[in-house]
Every structure is written in structure tokens, then in C-alpha cells.
């Protein structure tokens, strides 16, 4: 059953009048029950006492998403969406999954009248260096809009929906967040990225493991832990927004007696 945090919807419904009382030639009731008696809304009921948002309590947007509950669904739903995009996980690798959440909710609550303060950091400076294009950011958008879509959340992108303004607003976010548009400008983009250095080391492992002349030497080797620290090797080496978690070549090799062959 799907889900869905919109409560704008929330409408005070009105009061159905009496019409017990002993009425006039025009029709009002005598008794008060015309509203004289503040029944007709002059008493604040017709929301000037503020019911309607005129003194200023119209829920926040905040609350509008649905509040604490209502932003973690979706972000939860976001970033599941996000972990399993290939196009984009491996900027997670080493992520506090649990920070993450966190400062994301923070950042919307700030934002959106939730009364939150958020202690990160400024777009331009949580981007610096990932050397993030246009698609990988569109990628992002791309798996929030997966999850309004699986969690029922209507959205138009024109500010009629809810939650429109925090889409629009993320997409105002792109200029700070991207720093590479169209991959040309980091040598790790210009090879075709994560995927790309990933589909190369595959071929390359394959190769050593069909060359007898050196397979030998990897018969016990935990071969995806190797998949994982070349590829971070080759992605950290060229730009990419990657951590090398390995050995340095010298101590990594050590005792092999490997020759020039």
C-alpha cells in the first residue's frame, strides 16, 4: 500500500448551521442562531482567529511534507534508491550512512520551516572535488523522483504539488554541486568513470587469470577485495572521487620476487 507524507490536504471542514430557532420575514433566526451570537464565524470560527493561516500559523511546509516521520520515509526511500544506482553508489562508498541521513533531514528542516539548524556544509564546499557532471547529478534526481513515485507523492516541477518548491530548490542546488558538466574536465570522467574503470579492470583480471605465466601467483588472492582496491587505485589516480584503501605498491608486493618478465 503506498504511502504518502502530503498533508496540505488538511482542510477544516464547515460548521453545518442550526436551524432550530424561530426565524424572521428575511429568513434569519431571532433566537442567534442567524450567527449574531458569533455562530456565523464573527467569534473567530470563520478563522480569523486564525484557523485559516491568517495570523500567521499556516503549517510550514515542514509540516506539510509530514513532519519528522513524513521526511525521513522519503529520504529513506531516496537513499535506497540511491545505493543501488550504479551510476552514482561508489560516491558512497565510505559514507556514514547514518550522518548522511541525518544532515540530508536537517538541511530540508531548515529549509522548509521545520525549525532545525543544519551543521554541514555549504554545497560548493561538501562537492569539492568529486568532479560531479550533469548526468551523475541528474542520476540523483532521478532516484528522488523514484521514490515520490513509489511512495504515492505527487510532484510537477511547476510549484503546484507540495513538495515542489524542495524539488526546485534541489535543482537550484546543480550549479554548486557540479563542477564538471559534460565529463571533459577531470582525466577520471574523460575515461568514462566508475563504470567504465570497473568494465577495464574486469577485462584485465580475466586476462591475468588466464595467463599461466603469472596466475599462479593470485590462486589464493580474495579476488573481488582486488577488483575493489585497483579500481579505487585507478579512480583515485585520475580524479575520480575515490579513496585507495590498499597498501602502497612496495609493501604490497613485498617478498614476491617478481621479475622485469
Same mark, same amino acid.
Given at each position: 500500500?503506498?504511502?504518502?507524507?502530503?498533508?496540505?490536504?488538511?482542510?477544516?471542514?464547515?460548521?453545518?448551521?442550526?436551524?432550530?430557532?424561530?426565524?424572521?420575514?428575511?429568513?434569519?433566526?431571532?433566537?442567534?442562531?442567524?450567527?449574531?451570537?458569533?455562530?456565523?464565524?464573527?467569534?473567530?470560527?470563520?478563522?480569523?482567529?486564525?484557523?485559516?493561516?491568517?495570523?500567521?500559523?499556516?503549517?510550514?511546509?515542514?509540516?506539510?511534507?509530514?513532519?519528522?516521520?513524513?521526511?525521513?520515509?522519503?529520504?529513506?526511500?531516496?537513499?535506497?534508491?540511491?545505493?543501488?544506482?550504479?551510476?552514482?553508489?561508489?560516491?558512497?562508498?565510505?559514507?556514514?550512512?547514518?550522518?548522511?541521513?541525518?544532515?540530508?533531514?536537517?538541511?530540508?528542516?531548515? *529549509?522548509? &520551516? +521545520?525549525?532545525?539548524?543544519?551543521? %554541514?556544509?555549504?554545497?560548493?564546499? @561538501? !562537492?569539492? #572535488?568529486?568532479? $560531479? =557532471? /550533469?548526468a551523475q547529478?541528474n542520476a540523483?534526481?532521478?532516484?528522488?523522483?523514484?521514490?515520490?513515485?513509489?511512495?504515492?507523492?505527487?510532484?510537477?516541477?511547476?510549484?503546484?504539488?507540495?513538495?515542489?518548491?524542495?524539488?526546485?530548490?534541489?535543482?537550484?542546488?546543480?550549479?554548486?554541486?557540479?563542477?564538471?558538466?559534460?565529463?571533459?574536465?577531470?582525466?577520471?570522467?574523460?575515461?568514462?568513470?566508475?563504470?567504465?574503470?570497473?568494465?577495464?579492470?574486469?577485462?584485465?583480471?580475466?586476462?591475468?587469470?588466464?595467463?599461466?605465466?603469472?596466475?599462479?601467483?593470485?590462486?589464493?588472492?580474495?579476488?573481488?577485495?582486488?577488483?575493489?582496491?585497483l579500481v579505487?587505485?585507478?579512480?583515485? *589516480?585520475? &580524479? +575520480?572521487?575515490?579513496?585507495?584503501? %590498499?597498501?602502497?605498491?612496495?609493501? @604490497? !608486493?613485498? #617478498?614476491?620476487? $617478481? =621479475? /622485469?618478465?
Amino acid at each position: 500500500m503506498k504511502k504518502t507524507l502530503l498533508m496540505a490536504a488538511l482542510l477544516a471542514a464547515p460548521l453545518a448551521a442550526c436551524d432550530g430557532g424561530k426565524t424572521d420575514d428575511s429568513g434569519g433566526s431571532t433566537d442567534g442562531t442567524d450567527g449574531t451570537d458569533g455562530t456565523d464565524g464573527t467569534d473567530g470560527t470563520d478563522g480569523t482567529d486564525g484557523t485559516d493561516g491568517t495570523d500567521g500559523t499556516e503549517p510550514s511546509l515542514y509540516e506539510q511534507l509530514g513532519g519528522e516521520a513524513g521526511v525521513y520515509t522519503v529520504l529513506d526511500a531516496f537513499l535506497g534508491n540511491v545505493l543501488a544506482d550504479t551510476r552514482i553508489n561508489w560516491m558512497f562508498a565510505t559514507a556514514d550512512a547514518a550522518n548522511l541521513r541525518l544532515q540530508l533531514h536537517d538541511q530540508i528542516c531548515a *529549509a522548509t &520551516g +521545520g525549525g532545525c539548524t543544519y551543521t %554541514g556544509a555549504d554545497m560548493v564546499t @561538501a !562537492h569539492a #572535488g568529486m568532479a $560531479i =557532471t /550533469d548526468a551523475q547529478f541528474n542520476a540523483l534526481v532521478e532516484d528522488l523522483l523514484m521514490a515520490l513515485d513509489t511512495l504515492g507523492i505527487p510532484y510537477a516541477l511547476d510549484g503546484s504539488q507540495t513538495i515542489d518548491p524542495l524539488l526546485l530548490a534541489l535543482v537550484g542546488m546543480q550549479g554548486d554541486i557540479v563542477t564538471d558538466a559534460d565529463g571533459t574536465g577531470v582525466y577520471f570522467n574523460q575515461l568514462g568513470g566508475y563504470a567504465a574503470i570497473g568494465a577495464v579492470t574486469d577485462a584485465f583480471l580475466a586476462r591475468v587469470a588466464a595467463d599461466s605465466r603469472i596466475n599462479a601467483r593470485f590462486a589464493t588472492t580474495d579476488l573481488a577485495r582486488l577488483r575493489q582496491l585497483l579500481v579505487e587505485q585507478v579512480c583515485e *589516480a585520475t &580524479g +575520480g572521487y575515490c579513496v585507495y584503501t %590498499g597498501q602502497n605498491m612496495l609493501d @604490497a !608486493h613485498a #617478498g614476491m620476487c $617478481i =621479475t /622485469d618478465s
